[in-house]
């Protein structure tokens, strides 16, 4: 088969290749990797987009670490993949959102709306363009430790507000 061709099954015994384009690119990945240029270069250069420790800004891994992995409450690895920047930069306005509903949005989900606007954008694709159209947008996401650690917050707020 010939790279861009997908076989699609049309119907029993028939099938035909239909050619894929890939228009658009956008990504974020540990490393400073903001573009396809940027992920490219880390490629080309051998880079590994691990950090020896984690960053300040995301919590103190001090009071996490121990050499000891079965110790209750910490783990044995002082570094990491992470994305730069922070996870508050994120114009909820801009996904008519407001800034409540933004609070209780995942960090990752709040990514996934930047990049594939992005991805959009870099395909020559306007937010006017595809609305309403027959337009597919495939990204994935595999943990919901935010939600996790929300979960008391939120507990504590709704006995806050319905009290």
């Known amino acids: 088969m010939s ?5 699609q099954d049309e119907g029993p015994g028939e099938s035909f290749l239909e050619p894929v384009a890939i228009c658009g690119m956008a990504c974020r990945l ?25 960053p300040k800004s995301r919590f103190n891994i001090d009071a996490h670490y121990h050499e000891n992995a079965a110790r209750p409450g910490s ?5 990491g ?3 730069d920047g922070s996870p508050e930069d994120f114009d909820p306005t801009f996904f008519n959102m407001t800034p409540i509903e933004a609070q209780w949005l995942d960090p990752q989900q709040r990514k996934m709306l930047e990049v594939t606007y992005e991805c959009l954008v870099s395909a020559g694709i306007t937010l006017e363009s595809i609305a309403g159209s027959n337009t597919a947008v495939f990204v994935g996401s595999f943990t919901s430790d935010y939600r996790q650690f929300l979960t008391p917050f939120h507990i504590i707020l709704r006995g806050i507000i319905t009290n």
Do not use: I
Not at 38 to 51: A, C, N, P
Not at 75 to 79: D, I, K, L, M
């Open 30 to 54: 540990p490393g400073g990797v903001d573009s396809d240029a940027s992920f490219w270069q880390m490629l080309v250069e051998k880079r590994s987009g691990q950090t020896p420790r984690v």
């Open 75 to 79: 783990f044995n690895v002082a570094g």
């Open 3 to 7: 790279p861009g061709l997908v076989e």
């Open 81 to 83: 993949y992470f994305l």
